[in-house]
């Protein structure tokens, strides 16, 4: 009769546990990365896809709502959590339905965030203009309200390529610096196996 081994991979030494890890690490960058090429190339399809997965997301929500309004708390808590419920699942099917009109709804949505966001960085440069490095706070909001405004003044048009395109950059900078820290822990565990 044979019995397991429960240290079963631990007889590699850390360094190959981090070796293997940080292989995981580098695929999974890699395969941000080319999700991140993708949606830059093809903004319009991105952006659709992020619609669908918010329209999935707003169902699930309310499908919580729903199921947490019967968890107990009065009549009026019950109330309130069907009604958010519903109205969360009619929202989402919503989206499901016309991914195209959720779409510019959501790019509407983000014009607004990211001009409320340059409002809050040039209400943090003036607090702070007086020390050092604070210009790079009124750079910020400088830049990230140009966006805002690109995307608000071109508005519906921009519903096209803005989401798509910011969720691209944003996939591609996440592998880009998931494949730098992999390659890191490579790079250290190999070093430590050396030793």
Known sequence: MSTANPTGGFHDGPA????KASGWFIAVAVVFIILGISAIAEPAI?????????GWLLILGGVAHLVSAFSGGGAGRVIWQVLLGIIYAVGGVYFLMHPLIGLGSLTLFLAVIIVAGAVVEFIAYFRTRHESGSGWLLVNALVTLLLGWLI???W???SVWAIGTLVGV???????SR??????ARKLASGAAAY
């Open 152 to 154: 608000w003044a071109h």
């Open 46 to 54: 991105a952006g659709v896809a992020v619609a669908i997965l918010v």
């Open 179 to 184: 494949l730098m820290l992999g390659m890191a």
């Open 170 to 176: 944003n996939l591609l900078m996440t592998g880009i």
């Open 156 to 158: 519906p048009s921009s």
């Open 16 to 19: 190959t546990i981090i070796k």
